[in-house]
Protein backbone atom coordinates (compact mmCIF):
# COMPACT_ATOMS: atom_id res chain seq x y z
CA UNK A 1 0.00 0.00 0.00
CA UNK A 2 1.79 3.06 -0.95
CA UNK A 3 1.64 5.85 1.13
CA UNK A 4 -0.88 8.70 0.58
CA UNK A 5 0.91 12.55 1.78
CA UNK A 6 -1.35 15.12 2.98
CA UNK A 7 -0.29 17.46 0.41
CA UNK A 8 1.71 17.47 -2.86
CA UNK A 9 2.02 20.67 -4.99
CA UNK A 10 1.38 20.82 -9.06
CA UNK A 11 5.15 22.41 -10.50
CA UNK A 12 4.70 20.83 -13.94
CA UNK A 13 3.76 24.36 -15.40
CA UNK A 14 6.24 27.37 -16.27
CA UNK A 15 8.36 26.80 -13.08
CA UNK A 16 11.56 25.05 -14.52
CA UNK A 17 11.34 27.63 -16.92
CA UNK A 18 11.65 30.47 -14.79
CA UNK A 19 13.68 28.77 -12.41
CA UNK A 20 16.22 28.01 -15.05
CA UNK A 21 16.37 31.41 -16.35
CA UNK A 22 17.00 32.79 -12.64
CA UNK A 23 20.33 30.46 -12.54
CA UNK A 24 21.18 31.46 -16.65
CA UNK A 25 21.00 35.18 -15.45
CA UNK A 26 22.56 34.78 -12.10
CA UNK A 27 19.64 36.64 -10.63
CA UNK A 28 18.75 34.60 -7.54
CA UNK A 29 18.65 37.06 -4.66
CA UNK A 30 15.84 39.04 -3.83
CA UNK A 31 17.25 41.45 -6.65
CA UNK A 32 15.77 40.26 -10.12
CA UNK A 33 12.91 40.68 -12.18
CA UNK A 34 10.52 38.15 -11.16
CA UNK A 35 9.55 39.64 -7.93
CA UNK A 36 8.42 43.00 -9.33
CA UNK A 37 6.59 40.96 -12.08
CA UNK A 38 4.90 38.54 -9.55
CA UNK A 39 4.30 41.00 -7.20
CA UNK A 40 2.05 43.57 -10.09
CA UNK A 41 0.32 40.65 -11.42
CA UNK A 42 -0.88 39.27 -8.10
CA UNK A 43 -2.08 42.50 -7.23
CA UNK A 44 -3.87 42.69 -10.55
CA UNK A 45 -5.52 39.32 -10.30
CA UNK A 46 -6.58 40.45 -6.62
CA UNK A 47 -7.49 43.75 -7.79
CA UNK A 48 -5.33 45.66 -5.89
CA UNK A 49 -2.63 48.21 -6.64
CA UNK A 50 0.06 47.03 -4.90
CA UNK A 51 2.04 44.10 -4.05
CA UNK A 52 4.60 43.77 -1.40
CA UNK A 53 5.97 40.39 -2.30
CA UNK A 54 7.91 38.96 1.84
CA UNK A 55 9.37 36.01 2.62
CA UNK A 56 6.64 34.10 4.12
CA UNK A 57 2.94 34.32 5.45
CA UNK A 58 3.85 34.76 8.54
CA UNK A 59 5.81 37.89 8.62
CA UNK A 60 3.94 39.28 6.20
CA UNK A 61 1.06 40.00 8.79
CA UNK A 62 3.85 41.27 11.39
CA UNK A 63 4.15 43.80 9.15
CA UNK A 64 1.33 44.54 8.15
CA UNK A 65 0.33 45.00 12.13
CA UNK A 66 3.12 47.62 11.93
CA UNK A 67 2.65 49.58 9.16
CA UNK A 68 -1.01 50.13 10.07
CA UNK A 69 0.62 51.57 13.24
CA UNK A 70 -1.34 49.26 15.65
CA UNK A 71 0.96 48.76 19.07
CA UNK A 72 0.72 49.70 22.62
CA UNK A 73 -2.36 49.87 24.42
CA UNK A 74 -4.36 48.61 21.35
CA UNK A 75 -7.12 45.70 20.53
CA UNK A 76 -7.16 43.90 17.25
CA UNK A 77 -10.16 40.91 17.20
CA UNK A 78 -9.64 38.07 15.29
CA UNK A 79 -10.54 34.67 15.56
CA UNK A 80 -9.78 32.00 18.22
CA UNK A 81 -9.28 29.08 15.82
CA UNK A 82 -6.71 29.77 13.47
CA UNK A 83 -2.72 29.84 13.12
CA UNK A 84 -0.32 31.30 16.04
CA UNK A 85 1.30 33.63 13.16
CA UNK A 86 -2.00 36.05 13.52
CA UNK A 87 -1.83 35.85 17.43
CA UNK A 88 1.75 36.18 17.83
CA UNK A 89 1.47 39.58 15.27
CA UNK A 90 -0.51 41.67 17.13
CA UNK A 91 1.55 40.37 20.34
CA UNK A 92 4.58 40.94 19.22
CA UNK A 93 3.37 44.86 18.08
CA UNK A 94 2.38 45.22 21.78
CA UNK A 95 -1.08 45.08 20.73
CA UNK A 96 -3.64 43.10 22.70
CA UNK A 97 -5.48 40.24 20.37
CA UNK A 98 -9.34 40.00 21.45
CA UNK A 99 -10.64 36.60 20.53
CA UNK A 100 -14.21 35.51 18.93
CA UNK A 101 -16.04 31.94 18.48
CA UNK A 102 -16.19 30.23 15.34
CA UNK A 103 -19.45 30.09 13.06
CA UNK A 104 -20.49 26.53 13.00
CA UNK A 105 -20.76 26.41 9.57
CA UNK A 106 -18.61 27.94 8.11
CA UNK A 107 -15.80 27.30 10.47
CA UNK A 108 -14.64 31.15 10.24
CA UNK A 109 -15.34 33.78 12.87
CA UNK A 110 -18.71 34.05 14.03
CA UNK A 111 -19.36 37.63 12.90
CA UNK A 112 -22.14 38.56 15.64
CA UNK A 113 -19.68 38.29 17.99
CA UNK A 114 -17.83 40.91 17.12
CA UNK A 115 -19.70 44.33 18.12
CA UNK A 116 -19.80 42.82 21.53
CA UNK A 117 -16.03 42.96 21.49
CA UNK A 118 -15.45 46.83 20.72
CA UNK A 119 -13.90 48.85 23.30
CA UNK A 120 -12.30 52.33 22.93
CA UNK A 121 -9.19 50.78 22.44
CA UNK A 122 -9.76 48.27 19.61
CA UNK A 123 -8.12 49.24 15.88
CA UNK A 124 -8.75 46.73 13.80
CA UNK A 125 -10.35 43.79 13.19
CA UNK A 126 -7.88 40.59 11.84
CA UNK A 127 -10.37 38.71 8.99
CA UNK A 128 -9.26 35.12 8.59
CA UNK A 129 -10.76 32.87 5.66
CA UNK A 130 -10.35 29.54 7.22
CA UNK A 131 -9.96 26.39 5.33
CA UNK A 132 -11.70 27.35 1.94
CA UNK A 133 -15.34 29.67 2.84
CA UNK A 134 -14.79 33.20 2.95
CA UNK A 135 -15.39 34.89 6.56
CA UNK A 136 -19.14 37.20 5.68
CA UNK A 137 -17.45 40.38 4.98
CA UNK A 138 -20.42 42.64 4.59
CA UNK A 139 -21.57 43.26 8.55
CA UNK A 140 -17.45 43.65 9.22
CA UNK A 141 -17.42 46.14 6.44
CA UNK A 142 -20.24 47.59 8.07
CA UNK A 143 -18.89 47.36 11.73
CA UNK A 144 -15.51 48.91 10.26
CA UNK A 145 -17.14 52.23 8.75
CA UNK A 146 -19.35 52.84 11.91
CA UNK A 147 -16.07 52.32 14.04
CA UNK A 148 -13.92 53.71 12.15
CA UNK A 149 -11.62 50.24 12.29
CA UNK A 150 -9.03 48.67 10.11
CA UNK A 151 -9.24 45.42 8.09
CA UNK A 152 -6.45 43.01 8.11
CA UNK A 153 -7.26 40.60 5.80
CA UNK A 154 -5.64 36.86 6.06
CA UNK A 155 -6.13 35.35 2.53
CA UNK A 156 -3.52 32.75 3.51
CA UNK A 157 -6.14 30.26 2.42
CA UNK A 158 -8.28 32.04 -0.05
CA UNK A 159 -6.27 32.40 -3.45
CA UNK A 160 -8.54 32.74 -5.99
CA UNK A 161 -11.59 33.17 -3.28
CA UNK A 162 -14.38 35.32 -4.07
CA UNK A 163 -16.86 36.55 -1.67
CA UNK A 164 -20.07 37.86 -3.67
CA UNK A 165 -17.63 38.02 -6.70
CA UNK A 166 -15.13 40.14 -5.16
CA UNK A 167 -11.26 38.77 -4.68
CA UNK A 168 -10.61 37.63 -1.28
CA UNK A 169 -7.72 39.82 -0.24
CA UNK A 170 -9.29 42.87 -1.80
CA UNK A 171 -11.35 43.85 1.27
CA UNK A 172 -8.37 44.96 3.87
CA UNK A 173 -6.74 48.06 4.13
CA UNK A 174 -3.90 45.75 4.10
CA UNK A 175 -4.43 41.79 2.84
CA UNK A 176 -1.93 39.35 3.33
CA UNK A 177 -1.01 36.02 1.60
CA UNK A 178 1.11 32.77 2.34
CA UNK A 179 2.94 30.71 -0.55
CA UNK A 180 3.84 28.01 2.02
CA UNK A 181 3.86 24.64 -0.13
CA UNK A 182 0.08 23.57 0.91
CA UNK A 183 -1.13 26.96 -0.93
CA UNK A 184 -2.89 27.79 -3.69
CA UNK A 185 -0.17 29.52 -4.98
CA UNK A 186 3.26 28.07 -3.68
CA UNK A 187 6.45 29.66 -3.87
CA UNK A 188 8.10 26.95 -1.47
CA UNK A 189 8.13 29.54 1.38
CA UNK A 190 6.78 33.11 0.24
CA UNK A 191 4.23 35.30 1.31
CA UNK A 192 2.49 39.13 -0.36
CA UNK A 193 1.05 42.00 1.24
CA UNK A 194 -1.64 43.98 -0.71
CA UNK A 195 -2.75 47.46 -0.15
CA UNK A 196 -4.65 50.12 -2.00
CA UNK A 197 -2.92 52.76 0.00
CA UNK A 198 0.48 54.25 -1.33
CA UNK A 199 1.93 55.06 2.28
CA UNK A 200 1.20 51.79 3.64
CA UNK A 201 2.58 50.09 0.92
CA UNK A 202 5.88 52.73 1.00
CA UNK A 203 5.34 51.41 5.05
CA UNK A 204 6.02 48.08 4.12
CA UNK A 205 8.83 47.99 1.93
CA UNK A 206 10.86 49.60 4.29
CA UNK A 207 9.70 47.46 6.98
CA UNK A 208 10.92 44.50 4.45
CA UNK A 209 14.38 45.93 3.53
CA UNK A 210 15.57 46.89 7.01
CA UNK A 211 14.13 50.36 6.73
CA UNK A 212 16.84 51.32 4.63
CA UNK A 213 16.82 54.94 3.62
CA UNK A 214 17.26 55.95 -0.48
CA UNK A 215 19.60 58.83 0.93
CA UNK A 216 22.13 57.34 2.67
CA UNK A 217 23.11 53.88 2.43
CA UNK A 218 23.34 52.29 5.80
CA UNK A 219 21.90 55.11 7.91
CA UNK A 220 18.37 54.19 9.43
CA UNK A 221 15.78 56.18 11.19
CA UNK A 222 13.86 53.29 12.09
CA UNK A 223 14.58 49.53 12.61
CA UNK A 224 13.14 47.02 10.25
CA UNK A 225 13.75 43.69 9.43
CA UNK A 226 15.27 40.98 6.53
CA UNK A 227 11.33 39.92 5.28
CA UNK A 228 12.96 39.73 1.40
CA UNK A 229 11.63 37.22 -0.81
CA UNK A 230 14.54 35.95 -3.76
CA UNK A 231 13.94 36.22 -7.34
CA UNK A 232 14.10 31.82 -7.37
CA UNK A 233 10.72 32.57 -4.82
CA UNK A 234 9.45 35.37 -7.46
CA UNK A 235 10.11 33.02 -10.23
CA UNK A 236 7.74 29.94 -9.06
CA UNK A 237 5.18 32.27 -7.86
CA UNK A 238 4.92 33.91 -11.28
CA UNK A 239 4.81 30.41 -12.86
CA UNK A 240 2.12 29.38 -10.17
CA UNK A 241 -0.01 32.39 -10.83
CA UNK A 242 -0.62 31.87 -14.26
CA UNK A 243 -2.63 28.35 -13.57
CA UNK A 244 -4.75 29.59 -10.55
CA UNK A 245 -8.01 29.70 -11.95
CA UNK A 246 -7.20 26.46 -13.35
CA UNK A 247 -6.04 24.99 -9.47
CA UNK A 248 -9.12 26.57 -7.96
CA UNK A 249 -11.03 24.04 -10.29
CA UNK A 250 -9.02 21.15 -9.12
CA UNK A 251 -9.53 21.72 -6.01
CA UNK A 252 -13.49 22.26 -6.08
CA UNK A 253 -13.39 18.93 -8.41
CA UNK A 254 -11.39 17.51 -5.70
CA UNK A 255 -13.56 19.06 -2.73
CA UNK A 256 -16.94 17.40 -4.82
CA UNK A 257 -15.47 14.16 -5.53
CA UNK A 258 -14.83 13.77 -1.66
CA UNK A 259 -17.91 14.83 -0.84
CA UNK A 260 -19.98 12.06 -3.39
CA UNK A 261 -17.93 9.37 -1.39
CA UNK A 262 -18.29 10.24 1.83
CA UNK A 263 -21.62 12.07 2.26
CA UNK A 264 -23.66 8.73 3.47
CA UNK A 265 -21.00 8.37 6.62
CA UNK A 266 -23.14 9.00 9.56
CA UNK A 267 -20.17 9.84 12.33
CA UNK A 268 -19.18 13.02 10.69
CA UNK A 269 -19.89 16.74 9.18
CA UNK A 270 -18.66 17.24 5.60
CA UNK A 271 -17.53 20.77 4.80
CA UNK A 272 -20.12 23.47 3.83
CA UNK A 273 -20.44 23.17 0.02
CA UNK A 274 -21.79 26.54 -0.44
CA UNK A 275 -23.21 30.24 1.29
CA UNK A 276 -25.25 32.89 -0.38
CA UNK A 277 -21.84 34.54 -0.90
CA UNK A 278 -19.76 31.70 -1.88
CA UNK A 279 -18.57 28.29 -2.97
CA UNK A 280 -15.77 26.23 -1.03
CA UNK A 281 -12.71 26.17 -3.05
CA UNK A 282 -11.50 23.52 -0.13
CA UNK A 283 -7.94 24.94 0.47
CA UNK A 284 -7.84 21.58 3.06
CA UNK A 285 -10.34 19.18 2.94
CA UNK A 286 -12.01 19.18 6.41
CA UNK A 287 -13.78 16.96 8.19
CA UNK A 288 -15.36 17.42 11.84
CA UNK A 289 -16.49 14.07 13.91
CA UNK A 290 -19.76 13.82 15.71
CA UNK A 291 -20.06 14.56 19.54
CA UNK A 292 -22.33 11.48 19.21
CA UNK A 293 -20.14 9.18 17.36
CA UNK A 294 -17.74 9.00 20.41
CA UNK A 295 -14.72 9.39 18.62
CA UNK A 296 -11.47 12.12 18.53
CA UNK A 297 -9.80 13.68 16.08
CA UNK A 298 -6.42 11.81 17.57
CA UNK A 299 -7.66 8.54 17.44
CA UNK A 300 -8.95 8.26 14.00
CA UNK A 301 -5.80 9.97 12.64
CA UNK A 302 -3.96 7.70 14.57
CA UNK A 303 -5.90 4.85 12.91
CA UNK A 304 -5.63 6.25 9.47
CA UNK A 305 -1.97 6.83 9.93
CA UNK A 306 -1.69 3.21 10.16
CA UNK A 307 -3.61 2.97 6.53
CA UNK A 308 -0.84 4.55 5.25
CA UNK A 309 -3.24 7.74 4.28
CA UNK A 310 -1.67 11.02 6.04
CA UNK A 311 -4.00 13.82 7.76
CA UNK A 312 -2.95 17.25 9.90
CA UNK A 313 -5.45 18.08 12.69
CA UNK A 314 -7.15 21.34 12.82
CA UNK A 315 -5.99 24.63 14.46
CA UNK A 316 -5.53 24.63 18.23
CA UNK A 317 -7.25 27.49 19.55
CA UNK A 318 -5.53 30.82 20.54
CA UNK A 319 -7.41 30.36 24.06
CA UNK A 320 -5.62 27.16 24.88
CA UNK A 321 -2.21 28.28 23.63
CA UNK A 322 -0.15 27.71 26.78
CA UNK A 323 2.23 30.09 26.11
CA UNK A 324 -0.47 32.78 25.70
CA UNK A 325 -1.88 32.30 28.46
CA UNK A 326 1.70 32.12 30.03
CA UNK A 327 1.35 35.90 29.45
CA UNK A 328 -1.87 36.04 31.30
CA UNK A 329 -4.07 35.97 27.89
CA UNK A 330 -7.04 34.54 27.63
CA UNK A 331 -7.81 33.22 31.02
CA UNK A 332 -10.80 31.21 31.41
CA UNK A 333 -12.28 32.42 28.28
CA UNK A 334 -14.11 29.54 26.19
CA UNK A 335 -15.46 29.28 22.79
CA UNK A 336 -17.58 26.00 22.70
CA UNK A 337 -17.63 25.96 18.77
CA UNK A 338 -13.80 26.66 18.09
CA UNK A 339 -12.96 24.04 21.37
CA UNK A 340 -15.42 21.52 19.31
CA UNK A 341 -13.66 21.71 16.22
CA UNK A 342 -9.94 21.90 17.57
CA UNK A 343 -10.87 18.24 19.10
CA UNK A 344 -12.79 17.08 16.61
CA UNK A 345 -11.82 18.06 13.71
CA UNK A 346 -9.15 17.26 10.93
CA UNK A 347 -8.37 17.54 7.09
CA UNK A 348 -7.51 14.66 4.44
CA UNK A 349 -5.24 14.48 1.76
CA UNK A 350 -6.00 17.48 -0.21
CA UNK A 351 -2.85 18.95 -2.14
CA UNK A 352 -2.86 20.11 -6.07
CA UNK A 353 -1.32 17.39 -7.12
CA UNK A 354 -4.08 14.77 -5.60
CA UNK A 355 -5.79 11.67 -8.32
CA UNK A 356 -8.58 10.57 -8.25
CA UNK A 357 -7.93 6.84 -7.49
CA UNK A 358 -5.78 8.42 -4.26
CA UNK A 359 -9.26 10.25 -2.71
CA UNK A 360 -11.37 6.87 -3.33
CA UNK A 361 -8.08 5.33 -1.48
CA UNK A 362 -8.17 8.06 1.15
CA UNK A 363 -12.15 7.60 1.04
CA UNK A 364 -12.51 3.56 1.80
CA UNK A 365 -9.64 3.83 4.64
CA UNK A 366 -12.06 6.37 6.07
CA UNK A 367 -14.86 4.11 5.93
CA UNK A 368 -13.16 1.51 7.04
CA UNK A 369 -11.59 3.25 10.13
CA UNK A 370 -14.96 4.28 10.84
CA UNK A 371 -16.98 1.20 10.86
C1 LIG B 1 -0.31 29.36 6.15
C2 LIG B 1 -0.94 30.45 6.93
C3 LIG B 1 -0.21 31.51 7.49
C4 LIG B 1 1.28 31.50 7.60
O1 LIG B 1 1.95 31.49 6.44
P1 LIG B 1 3.48 31.00 6.39
O2 LIG B 1 3.86 31.34 5.00
O3 LIG B 1 3.49 29.53 6.67
O4 LIG B 1 4.24 31.78 7.40
C5 LIG B 1 -0.89 32.55 8.08
N1 LIG B 1 -2.23 32.55 8.16
C6 LIG B 1 -2.97 31.54 7.68
C7 LIG B 1 -4.45 31.61 7.79
C8 LIG B 1 -2.36 30.44 7.07
O5 LIG B 1 -3.10 29.42 6.61
Known amino acids: MAFIPVNEPLLNGNEKKYLNNCIDTGWISSEGPYITKFEEQFAVKMGRKFGIAVCNGSVALDAA ?164 MTNLQGALGLAQLERLDEFVLIKRKMGEKYNSLLKDIEQITLPVVNTNYAQNIYWVYGILLKPESGLNAETVMARLGEEQIATRPFFWNMHEQPVLNDMGLFINEKYPVAENMARMGFYLPSGMAITDAQIETVSEKLKLVLQ
Open 65 to 228: ILALGIGNGDEVIMPTFTIISCAAAIIRAGAKPVLVDSDINTWNMDVNQIEAKITKNTKAIMVIHIYGLPVDMDPILNLSQKYGLKIIEDAAEAHGQVYNGQPCGSFGDISTFSFYANKHVTTGEGGMILTDDEELAKKCRSLRNLCFVPKKRFLHYELGFNFR
